[in-house]
T-cell receptor, first 109, second 116 residues
Framework: GENVEQHPSTLSVQEGDSAVIKCTYS??????FPWYKQELGKRPQLIID?????GEKKDQRIAVTLNKTAKHFSLHITETQPEDSAVYFC????????FGAGTTVTVRA | GAVVSQHPSWVICKSGTSVKIECRSL??????MFWYRQFPKQSLMLMAT?????????EQGVEKDKFLINHASLTLSTLTVTSAHPEDSSFYIC????????????FGPGTRLTVT
């Protein structure tokens, strides 16, 4: 099955700075790579996703890059704000999702 | 659109009893539903995948006789935790995909189960 590794496990950034989270996956057949934001006790919220035929995707302050050759993808959040503080999960696959372990992001005001 | 609900949002039960959790797609037909379990400060772990009218496919290590999944219609799947024990206490989340053949999964709000 798919194995997704996510780093770092915790990330503290100053408000206004950028945050970068990296994930690697093992199954070269994976085609879909979503990123989720989860607040305590809430459902995961899809913030951006990318498919294997695209190398980069951006949505306002959030961007994702994908390197299929190296089997890694990254989430970039620019101009971080306190409301960006949450746990972020990467995931990979198409039919079934395998999740990374999560990154707790804290944005310091 | 693409709203998924779960009921109950939280439940407390005594050890040895059974608990049923419902997952409903409110505005679309869910061809596939997924059930996840999430322990505190951990990631989502897929328990099983269910397709309407078919038996669920369980992930390795998940006891199918303990976690009964029924997907009787295109808008409803249920997870029954049988003979619950304190170690079954967790956050259970369902998700669903529609008939549009996209990969995106729509998540329910989760059910917090506490077994005393």
């Amino acid at each position: 099955g798919e194995n997704v590794e996510q780093h770092p496990s915790t990330l503290s950034v100053q408000e206004g700075d950028s945050a970068v989270i990296k994930c690697t996956y093992s199954d070269s057949a994976s085609n879909y790579f979503p990123w989720y934001k989860q607040e305590l006790g809430k459902r995961p919220q899809l913030i951006i996703d990318i498919r294997s035929n695209v190398g980069e995707k951006k949505d306002q302050r959030i961007a994702v890059t994908l390197n299929k050759t190296a089997k890694h993808f990254s989430l970039h959040i620019t101009e971080t704000q306190p409301e960006d503080s949450a746990v972020y999960f990467c995931a990979a696959n198409d039919y079934k999702l395998s999740f990374g372990a999560g990154t707790t992001v804290t944005v310091r005001a | 659109g693409a709203v998924v609900s779960q009921h109950p949002s939280w439940v407390i039960c005594k050890s040895g009893t059974s608990v049923k959790i419902e997952c409903r797609s409110l505005d679309f037909q869910a061809t596939t539903m997924f059930w996840y379990r999430q322990f505190p400060k951990q990631s989502l772990m897929l328990m099983a995948t269910s397709n309407e009218g078919s038996k669920a496919t369980y992930e390795q290590g998940v006891e199918k006789d303990k976690f009964l999944i029924n997907h009787a219609s295109l808008t409803l799947s249920t997870l029954t935790v049988t003979s619950a024990h304190p170690e079954d206490s967790s956050f259970y989340i369902c998700s669903a995909t529609g008939t549009s053949h996209t990969y995106e999964q729509y998540f329910g709000p989760g059910t917090r189960l506490t077994v005393t």
